[in-house]
């Protein structure tokens, strides 16, 4: 698969919400924290037109019993695909594209709280989301455009900036609310 970023879309905050509705609609009576994480977030920096969705609850369990309940939405689970206490979903619009990336995690695990500093550390300080704006640019320029070189590529800057992120977050009055 081919990687394309486009600039900042200020629709996809409304696509997040819509979106959101439908999976806590099919989700019920599961409570489920939904929140927009991903490129897609944060203003200003080119993106894969993709809609990444932090998910959290209670019990992973839970959630496995009732994932069947996402398909009709277009969801297929892939199960933790890769990491450890993760549930990973995708959804594909009518032309076979991937649209959509929902990430489930139990509400205040580590994963829920290092996408969630990742993407508001990123939204508070704008030059570094530029910075990472501008790798993602260079890897498509310079690099095969295939998902794996892509994502091999990010992976410094994301694991540096995450650690960053998650110190930060700590000082951060309400972060793990």
């Not at 609609?25 to 897609?40: D, E, K, Q, V």
């Not at 019993?65 to 990973?88: C, D, H, M, N, Q």
């Amino acid at each position: 698969m081919d990687v394309h970023l486009c600039p900042h879309d200020p629709t996809w905050a409304a696509q997040f919400s819509a979106e959101a509705d439908c999976i806590k609609a099919a989700l019920t009576p599961l409570p489920i924290r939904l929140t927009h994480i991903g490129s897609t977030s944060i203003p200003n920096i080119f993106s894969k037109p993709i809609i990444d969705i932090l998910g959290e609850v209670a019990n992973l369990e839970m959630l496995d019993l009732a994932s069947e309940t996402l398909a009709p939405l277009g969801y297929s689970a892939k199960g933790a695909f890769g990491i450890p206490g993760r549930r990973y979903f995708s959804k594909s619009d009518e032309s076979g594209i991937r649209s959509h990336h929902l990430h489930v995690f139990e509400s205040g695990s580590e994963g829920a709280l290092r996408h969630r500093a990742f993407r508001d550390y990123l939204c508070a300080f704008p030059k570094i989301a530029a910075e990472y704006s501008a790798l993602k640019l260079q890897l498509i320029k310079n690099q095969p455009t295939d998902w794996d070189s892509y994502m091999d590529g990010k992976d410094p800057f994301i694991k540096r900036t995450e650690q960053d992120a998650l110190a930060w977050a700590q000082t951060v009055q309400d972060f793990r609310a």
